[in-house]
């Protein structure tokens, strides 16, 4: 499986973990420069949630956690703050989804995450 395909089977498996704890999905895969790709943007309660998926088919080089570097989460918020501008969006936060799919799938949630 190439990174594209893993990345894009990360992002389904987290969509359905969404969906099940009451989050509706609004957007996936939202470009705002070649620098920000935000993956999902969904909607939880009155609360608009942007949400980077990392996902990894095992812990061998690391928890997908880790792949999250302080540029990559400066990316995010930018392109949060350019979404929140453009469709008036007050209340609004940046969650962290990391997926491990060996030797069992793990998914992990980590909610209004900062760096």
Request: aromatic fraction near 10%; hydrophobic fraction near 30%; glycine fraction near 6%.
């Amino acid at each position: 499986m190439n990174s594209r395909k893993l990345g894009d089977a990360g992002e389904d498996l987290a969509c359905r973990y969404l969906e099940k704890q009451g989050y509706e999905i609004l957007e996936r895969n939202k470009h705002y420069s070649r620098f920000c790709e935000i993956d999902i943007i969904a909607k939880h309660k009155n609360t608009t949630v942007f949400v980077e998926v990392k996902t990894r088919k095992n812990n061998a080089y690391g928890t997908p956690f880790e792949a999250i570097t302080k540029t990559k989460y400066e990316h995010i918020r930018q392109g949060a703050l350019n979404y929140t501008t453009e469709h008036k969006i007050k209340d609004y936060r940046i969650d962290v989804i990391g997926i491990t799919l060996k030797p069992e799938i793990k998914i992990e949630h980590l909610k209004n995450v900062y760096l």
